[in-house]
């Protein structure tokens, strides 16, 4: 299986999340880090791919 390496990051767009190695749909889990961003963990669905990955929600805090 591979992960990640610590300096990555991905960050989530308007599109459905594709795994950045093989480009398959992924499966994931969000968690809430604070009040401004969104944390995702991914995983590839494809069996000989299994990447591992993180992808960030960010929020704009911009107020006009």
Do not use: A
């Not at 767009?13 to 950045?20: A, I, K, L, R, W």
């Not at 190695?21 to 604070?34: M, V, W, Y």
């Amino acid at each position: 299986m591979k992960t990640m390496n610590q300096n990555e990051v991905y960050f989530i767009n308007d599109q459905p999340v594709s795994c950045p190695q093989c480009g398959n749909r992924t499966s994931f889990s969000e968690e809430l880090i604070d009040n401004f961003k969104n944390i995702q963990f991914h995983k590839c669905l494809s069996f000989n791919c299994n990447f591992e990955f993180q992808c960030i929600e960010e929020i704009n805090t911009n107020k006009q």
